[in-house]
């Protein structure tokens, strides 16, 4: 068989899961099926029904990954982050998860993950240029040595 490499900018979705499809497999392969399993928790409003935030994630292999955590400016220091974060770990010990992942920057919300027992486990400087990407864990079963 004869292969060659190919540069596409701005990939489609179908395209992405080209790639993507044979990695699945292989990891499948590997540690067997990871039960994927996408959720999300909607904050709305209460009149027009519009999504203005939530918290979106992933189950894959009994850890749940944080994708993405908003809460609306009119929300804010009301406990609704905390309650986003309260529902995905409920989320994830009704699932049997081993813990709860996620990555922020550190102009973003750091203090607040620390604050809800989460624990850096790596950073990676200059992303963007002059801060940080943090990420964060928080295991729910402990780990068996």
């Keep these: 068989m004869s292969v060659r490499i190919e540069f596409k900018s701005n990939p489609d979705e179908d395209e992405r899961l080209q790639i993507l499809e044979p990695l699945k497999a292989y990891n499948a392969e590997k540690a ?3 039960l994927s399993e996408k959720f999300a928790f909607f904050v709305r409003d209460e009149q027009t029904d519009a999504v203005l935030g939530g918290l979106h ?8 990954f ?3 955590l908003v809460v609306p400016e009119q929300a804010r220091g009301q406990r609704m ?3 986003l974060m309260d529902k995905a770990e ?3 010990r009704e699932r049997n998860c081993v813990g709860i992942w996620l990555d922020t920057f550190d102009f973003q919300a750091p203090d607040f993950y620390r604050k809800h027992g989460y624990e850096e486990f790596g950073h990676l400087d200059d992303y963007p240029p002059g801060h940080q990407r943090l990420f964060f864990q928080k295991r729910l079963i ?4």
């Design 32 to 34: 067997g099926d990871g």
């Design 57 to 64: 994630g992933r189950i894959l292999y009994r850890w749940l």
């Design 66 to 68: 944080i994708e993405l």
């Design 142 to 145: 402990p780990l068996v040595r």
């Design 90 to 92: 409920a989320f994830a």
């Design 81 to 83: 982050g905390s309650q």
